[in-house]
């Protein structure tokens, strides 16, 4: 009999709170039997959503919350002072060991300090950063860090590297995952301070597959499959990223409605079209783990809808199953 990866939702963090993430709640359940949740909010109504749908009571738990913090609050404050909020007793649930993991649509800044203030950070973990899965044309990237540390040093990258390198192996099932630092230029000489100085010390790790610098145009070739850089650049590189998958998509939907014989060859390429769209969907790939804490946390989109939160719970399978962790123990060094 195997152990139930027992995950916290924070019912009642995102815009599509608590509609959407109960209804993801639910479809995790029913998806796979290693899963139980505890949906973390307001009791009176995340019990009303419960009852559109079936799903097996017993993996499924309503944990009481009074308070919400809101998306513009100060985050340290709103830690401190919203003690019964969702995300508060959420995170407290996996800091006791009553949960494995927890997923949030929440406030990004609330979720980064309740993260590293309640769950706290791996012993001989500098920096906890936010690592999203990003489609590329061979598959998926981990991009690491993307928003969690604007300023980083050279060894938070060689960590984030090692932390990254982990995860797309064990996790993902990428076996010697190839990992690239972001920067302006594939020469070694190229690059601000940061990435000239990180660049020497991925060099000499022996316990990753570095492949040198990795310019933002090729990262969706997928060159690499493990992305390190700073959090202000891996921000930038995410959102224009998906910026311009958005306006891709609409711009080829508009072609192919624009006359009666696109019209005819959309009908055509449909099934293939699809399949395509779905690949570069962020409901696909699930949230961004923050690695490196005592207990794995998914912050998914503000906007996620069912999708992205059944899948994001999905994730944490093998998160647990893989001891990814016990992994990351021991590879960081204590010193840093």
Known sequence: MYDLVRVAVDAMGGDNAPVEIVKGAVEAVNADSRIQVYLVGQEDVVSEELKKYTYPAERLEVVSATEVIETGEPPVMAIRRKKDSSLVKAMNLVKEGTCDALVSAGSTGAILVGGQVIIGRIKGVDRAPLAPIIPTATGVALLIDCGANVDAKP????????????????????????????????????????????????????????????????????????????????????????????????????????????????????????????????????????????????????????????????????????????KIREHIVPEI
Request: with cysteine; charged share 20%; aromatic share 4%.
């Open 155 to 326: 060894l938070n990258l060689v960590q984030f590297a090692k932390m990254g390198s982990i995860y797309m192996e064990h996790v993902v099932g990428i076996k010697n995952p190839k990992v690239g630092i972001l920067n302006i230029g594939v020469e070694e000489e190229k690059g601000n301070a940061l990435v000239k100085e990180t660049y020497p010390l991925l060099k000499e790790c022996s316990d990753i597959h570095f492949v040198g610098n990795v310019e933002a145009r090729d990262v969706p070739a997928g060159v690499a499959d493990v992305i390190v850089c700073d959090a202000f650049a891996g921000n930038v590189l995410l959102k224009t990223m998906e910026g311009v998958s958005s306006v891709l998509i609409k711009k080829i939907k508009a072609g192919l409605m624009s006359s009666l014989v696109t019209k005819i060859g959309a009908v055509m390429i449909k099934p293939a079209l699809k399949g395509v769209v779905k690949s570069f969907s962020t409901e696909e790939h699930g949230g961004a783990p923050m690695l490196g804490l005592n207990g794995l946390v998914v912050k998914t989109h503000g906007s996620s809808k069912a999708a992205e939160i059944r899948n994001s719970i999905l994730q944490c399978i093998a998160f647990k199953e893989q001891n990814i962790n016990d």
